[in-house]
């Protein structure tokens, strides 16, 4: 018997039942979904987790039959207000997307043209139901204003790459509400957005549902923002739902093996690399295709027995109330994974204070030339780097964070006048000047593997080039390295012969590690390395980093908006702003406070899985351009904690405010500890008129 929990007693907007697709590769129809069932009621939110590769996007796109053409609906059906759009017509399908229901996409560029204004593009959606040109253009002002764009006029004129991700985003949301859908698809909305702006796009959304009605089905690999969100959420895993319910019981108390894998792999309640290894879900997700006759988890799970090998597991009702379910022999075992230690022991460093010196920046400036003018993207950054130690950099885009990695490189000369040194000497600015030693002595890792490794090479022969290059290693000589390198970060002979197209996501990001320590380099810098992975994917590889750094005493410059990854595995942080570091100390100290007001909205700006509640702190506007920063400190036309008079007159400097933790602000520590250690909300209450002399 199938068994699915009921929606709320308003009808269905969506309901997808006994849903399976399949995706047709080299003649073969391959199994995607299998047998997925669920409904979301009008002004219901229900979200969809799980790892790459386990049918979320295709559920969602084969809810509006955007499936790709090898993919095939083959048995079940979907209907959206009651109308199976399974069996729609062509033409019956383009008035449905057109005036029913809309979808927002995870990368806001590749949907929006980049060569047309986007007055025009916002425009065209309107036009296209109907509406007279002069009409269309008052609905696309007020579409813009309904997602809270400042100057709407203004912003019609400019292109898409004049706008920062969060305001493409929101003209992607305008775009997607204009004809008032009835279900809002949104396919990992925020993913590469800063943590500010992802949660100014999520309270839009939220604001939006409550308005409009819709139903929304939201994808994402952040389940602190599903927590936040939705109000129901599938776990899927290899096409079936496993697991669904309300979400606070869900993450609170996981009845299915998989979900209780998810939730461990997370660094929460604060656990440090010091405290040991992130759990992980051994093995990999099956191949799509893949015949699974019994439980899809089967080869994973660590409650398996003979039964679970041998006999499909039953839909288990969890509670009375019919809302929840798992899918699984043993629930009432659960127990005997949530309690085993999520944790090992992993060889630690000595403490920072004994450890040398590896990278010191001195007064690093950096000064960009455009048109005659001079934009500042660095202001006297004094940074130091110790062997062994992890330095978080975080801040909002355009706060100076890639700049300052470039200038660490060299890919970016720093302004005359700084000294970059690495292990007691002078480090030329320019990468051109520096030695092969120093280039070899500084590697990076990249955001997207796929951007960083030629697809057209196998892994063998990527890793290859490295060594030779860095280390003039030849012959079988290399070979036999590459071959060690790739056992150590558990890449099998098997993958070196592979090409990164062929590769899963976790282990192409694999390749792009071993790449960057072909060299045995001293310090590497990781810019979002894993931003773009599943929370079991990312536990592997922040495993693998942690690791590599006992071992080898090798150095991070880890560059992240992602909170928790940061305090999981940096010994210190610095939190950049507009090119100025506002504060640094040691990991503990920057998010146990008082913090500088701006990293006191960043951590305010997290979802949480746990469900924590804390006063969202929204900082006005965007960071100002660094071609014409604000007068006094560069943060005051957003600080909420703002001092009329003072903040706006003088720049504060950086100043010691307790052992090994600096600060750039006029408002007193003490004074930061009373607000934000009672919970005051900077909206609720004015900073003191007058500030101690800290800068003196």
């Not at 219901?44 to 295709?58: D, F, H, M, P």
């Not at 504060?652 to 052992?659: K, Q």
Request: aromatic share 4%; glycine share 8%; charged share 20%.
């Amino acid at each position: 018997m199938t068994m699915t929990p009921t929606a709320p007693v308003k009808t269905a907007a969506l309901s997808i039942e006994d849903l399976e697709v399949a995706y047709t590769v080299r003649g073969i129809p391959r199994a995607v979904l299998r047998g997925v069932s669920f409904s979301v009621a009008p002004g219901e939110a229900y979200g969809l987790v799980g790892e790459s590769g386990c049918g979320k996007s295709t559920t969602a796109y084969a809810a509006l039959r955007y499936l790709p053409r090898n993919g095939t609906i083959t048995a079940g059906r979907v209907l959206v207000a009651g109308e199976d759009v399974t069996n729609m017509t062509t033409t019956e399908l383009q008035h449905f997307r057109a005036t029913e229901a809309s979808m927002v996409y995870q990368d806001p560029q590749s949907a929006m043209n980049p060569s047309v204004r986007i007055g025009r593009q916002v425009v065209e959606a309107f036009t296209l139901l109907g509406q007279p040109k002069k009409q269309a253009e008052e609905s696309a002002l007020q579409a813009l204003r309904k997602v809270r764009i400042a100057s709407p006029e203004s912003v019609m004129e400019r292109y898409p790459f004049q706008l920062s991700g969060g305001m493409q985003q929101r003209v992607v949301i305008a775009m997607a509400l204009a004809c008032n859908p009835k279900l809002l698809v949104l396919d990992e909305p925020t993913t590469g957005l800063d943590a500010t702006v992802e949660a100014e796009v999520l309270d839009l959304v939220r604001t939006l549902r409550t308005e409009s009605d819709a139903a929304i089905l939201m994808i994402a690999h952040n389940l602190g923002i599903i927590r936040g969100m939705c109000d129901r959420v599938g776990v899927m895993y290899a096409g079936k739902v496993v697991e669904e319910g309300p979400c606070e019981q869900v993450f609170d108390s996981p009845q299915h093996p998989y979900t209780v894998g998810l939730l461990k792999s997370l660094p929460r309640h604060g656990i440090r690399k010091s405290q040991g290894a992130l759990a992980t879900i051994p093995g990999i997700l099956p191949l799509i295709g893949t015949d699974l006759p019994t439980c899809v988890y089967v080869d994973r799970c660590p409650l398996a027995d003979e039964l679970c090998h041998t006999v499909i597991p039953p839909v288990v009702a969890v509670g009375d109330d019919g809302l929840r379910f798992t899918r699984c022999h043993h629930p009432d075992r659960i127990p005997e994974i949530i309690d085993d230690a999520p944790y090992v022991d992993i060889e630690m460093l000595a403490p920072l204070e004994g450890r040398e010196g590896v990278l010191e920046l001195s007064h690093v400036s950096k000064t960009f030339r455009q048109k005659g003018s001079g934009i500042p993207a660095l202001v006297d950054v004094e940074l130091s780097l110790g062997e062994g130690e992890t330095l978080g950099i975080v801040g909002e885009s355009g706060s100076g964070k890639s700049t300052l990695a470039k200038t660490m490189l060299g890919i970016e000369s720093a302004d005359d006048g700084g000294d970059l040194s690495l292990h007691g000497h002078p480090l030329p600015p320019a990468t051109s000047k520096r030695s092969s030693e120093d280039k070899r002595s500084m590697q990076m890792i990249f955001q997207n593997p796929d951007s960083a490794l030629n697809r057209s090479w196998s892994v063998r022969r990527i890793l290859l080039r490295s060594v030779r290059k860095l280390t003039g290693i030849t012959g079988d000589a290399a070979n036999d390295r590459v071959e060690k390198l790739a056992a150590h970060l558990r890449l099998t002979p098997r993958h070196l012969d592979l090409k990164p197209r062929q590769l899963s996501g976790g282990l192409k990001q694999r390749v792009a590690i071993a790449r960057a320590f072909a060299g045995d380099p001293r310090i590497v810098v990781c810019d979002e390395p894993t931003s773009a992975l599943d929370v079991s994917v990312q536990a592997a590889i922040l495993n693998l980093l942690a690791d590599l750094q006992a071992e080898n005493k090798t150095s991070y410059v880890f560059i992240t908006h992602d909170m928790g990854v940061v305090r999981y595995l940096a010994d210190r942080i610095a939190v950049l702003y507009l090119g100025r570091i506002q504060e640094i100390g040691l990991t503990d100290d920057v998010f146990i406070g008082p913090h500088h007001p701006y990293t006191e909205a960043l951590l305010s700006a997290v979802p949480s899985v746990d469900g924590e509640t804390k006063v969202r702190i929204r900082l006005d506007g965007e960071i100002p351009s660094p071609a014409n920063p604000p007068s006094g400190c560069v943060f005051h036309p957003r600080c909420p904690r703002v001092i009329p008079g003072v903040c706006e007159v003088t720049e504060p400097a950086l100043v010691e405010v307790s052992p090994n933790h600096s600060m750039r602000c006029h408002i007193p520590i003490e004074e930061l500890r009373r607000l934000q250690s009672s919970g005051i909300s900077p909206h609720a209450e004015a900073a003191p008129l007058e500030p101690e002399p800290l800068q003196e």
